[in-house]
Structures are given as structure tokens and as C-alpha cells.
């Protein structure tokens, strides 16, 4: 059939035809497509104009189909039929959820956050293969062939299509204990005057702590008492009273809502910042990656749901 200055769609007319030759009238035909019978008639004729040989022949009383006509119907059903066999497997490709799923994140928010949402994910889908790395350094997605990468971010990157998973944020935190032998800060220049946990390296002990949002952002630097390069070496320090450190809140919600610990500052929030799973463009369509990022946010927000309700 030519492609020369085809106007309508060959699998339509091809689907048109076989209509009218089981059906036995353009009326019936055009009703099964939903269209006029009169656009039902044009539409055969430009097809035998584009075909060059007569499918039909038209009298009074009914429609015959030609030798031609029968030889067309036969293939047109052949050709039909791999259509749609085409369309069902590309459609199954993109609704079914098995395969291998190669993800990154940064190494205690994996540890901590993510593991279970993929244990959670993998038990309800046994058949995928997950392969989880952990690291403080940002894997390159196309380079690595990483399908998904988990990043803490204050905006979206634009080098990735990104969709926001749930908030990054830190508070203030101490013991009771810490707290009931001294007043609690009421001020953030009052942190100086109390015994700070920081988290650093062997080169500086001094971590920078941000309060609030952008033209209201409060920047204040705290020589730590305590400086470990690992948060939950930091936090044990935190429950045992030796004092007050940022830590990041899903790490310490627990704590928090059981009362071992109490935030400190609780009316200057500390700046936040937002996770996003970030995928390439030739990810977009993959039902895996699609699949896998829905059940990780739905999952986490159960998660802060539960939470908020204890």
C-alpha cells in the first residue's frame, strides 16, 4: 500500500474493510466504528484509489467482495492481528513490574529510610531483582547504568527528570537529662554557651547550623564539644546526655515521640531540604522505575502518617 500522501491511517482502513466484509453492509461496519456511513463509503474508496484495483463490488441489493477484495481481507486480518499482538506486548513491557532495579543513595539515608521501603517493595513484588549502593558520592546514572538515584537537595537537579520523594530535615536535639541540669537555649547565640555535638572530620570540629529560609536564613557556626564524622556515633553521645546536636529528623522521630529525647529550638526550625529520586530520560517509560518510586513515596508517607499519629 502506498505512503504517498496517505491521508488516513492504514491499520483504520484495513480494520474498515474487514468490518464491512464480515458485517455485510458499510451501515454495520460504521456502526462498529462508530462512524458515518457515508464517511465509511469515502474511506473505502480512497483506499481502492490507493490500492488501484476494486475491493468491492457495489449493486442495489448487497456488496460482493472481489478476488482482490478476498486477498486483501485475508492479509489486512494477518496484519491486524501483529498489530495488536505489538501493542500487548509493548503494553505488558510497561505495566509489568519484574526485572533488575539499580539504585544510589546517600549511605544513612539508604541505611536508614530506604531499606525498609525495599524490603516492603520486595516482598510485594518477589520477582524483581533490587541492587541497592550506598555512598556518599554522587554516582554518575547513565555512566553507572543506575536507574534511580536518591539525592538531598534544596531544588530539583536539571540534569535529571526528578520527582520528590519527602522532606530532608534536621532539629535540634538533646536528652532530658542534658536539659534538667541547665535552661534550655532560647535564642540560637545561646547554643554557644551550652556543650555541642558536631559533625565533622579530624581537620575542623566546627559545623555550620541553618535556621530558617532564604533572605531569613541564620547561619551560626558551633565549635562541637564532641565531633564525630558519623551521625549515629553522634547520636548515642545525644542519648547520653553529653548534649545538644542536629541530627536528621527521621533518625531521632522515634526518640522524639517517646520522650528520651526533646528538640531543642523548636521555633527556629533548622533549613531543610527535600529528597528526590532523580532518573534519566530513557527511564521515563520503564514500568519498573515508575512502579518502584510510587511505592517508595506511598511507603514513606504511611511511615510520617504513623508517626504524626503516635
Not at 555541642?196 to 562541637?224: A, H, M, P, V
Not at 528538640?263 to 531543610?272: E, G, R, T
Request: aromatic letters at 8%; proline letters at 3%.
Amino acid at each position: 500500500m502506498s505512503n504517498q500522501n496517505n491521508k488516513l491511517d492504514n491499520i483504520y482502513l484495513m480494520r474498515l474493510f474487514n468490518a464491512i466484509v464480515r458485517g455485510g453492509s458499510f451501515a454495520a461496519a460504521a456502526e462498529a466504528l462508530e462512524i458515518s456511513t457515508s464517511k465509511a463509503s469515502k474511506d473505502i474508496q480512497f483506499l481502492e484509489q490507493q490500492l488501484g484495483t476494486s475491493l468491492l463490488k457495489r449493486t442495489t441489493r448487497r456488496l460482493q467482495v472481489t478476488d482482490s477484495g478476498n486477498d486483501f481481507h485475508r492479509r489486512a486480518e494477518q496484519i491486524i492481528a501483529l498489530h495488536q499482538q505489538m501493542l500487548d506486548s509493548l503494553d505488558k513491557q510497561k505495566r509489568c513490574v519484574s526485572g533488575e532495579l539499580r539504585l544510589t543513595a546517600p549511605k544513612l539515608w539508604g541505611e536508614e529510610v530506604l531499606t525498609p521501603a525495599i524490603i516492603a517493595f520486595k516482598q510485594a513484588y518477589p520477582e524483581v531483582i533490587l541492587v541497592a549502593d550506598y555512598s556518599d558520592s554522587r554516582r554518575d546514572l547513565i555512566l553507572g547504568n543506575i536507574h534511580i538515584g536518591f539525592r538531598s537537595a534544596e531544588a530539583a537537579p536539571e540534569d535529571y527528570i526528578a520527582r520528590p520523594i519527602c522532606e530532608d530535615a534536621s532539629v535540634l536535639c538533646a536528652s532530658a537529662a542534658y536539659l534538667s541540669s541547665r535552661e534550655a537555649p532560647q535564642h540560637i547565640q545561646q547554643l554557644r554557651q551550652h556543650s555541642c555535638i558536631t559533625y565533622g572530620n579530624q581537620l575542623s570540629s566546627i559545623e555550620t547550623w541553618e535556621f530558617g529560609e532564604g533572605r531569613e536564613l541564620i547561619r551560626c557556626d558551633i565549635q562541637g564539644q564532641l565531633c564525630f564524622n558519623s551521625k549515629r556515633a553522634a547520636l548515642t553521645a545525644v542519648r547520653q546526655g553529653l548534649g545538644i546536636a542536629k541530627m536528621p529528623a527521621y533518625m531521632v522521630a522515634d526518640d522524639l515521640s517517646q520522650g528520651r529525647l526533646v528538640q531543642v529550638l523548636p521555633q527556629q526550625p533548622l533549613k531543610s531540604s527535600r529528597f528526590y529520586a532523580l532518573y534519566t530520560q530513557r527511564r521515563e517509560e520503564s514500568a519498573l522505575v515508575n512502579q518502584f518510586i510510587g511505592f517508595v513515596c506511598d511507603y514513606l508517607a504511611r511511615q510520617q502518617q504513623s508517626l504524626n499519629a503516635d
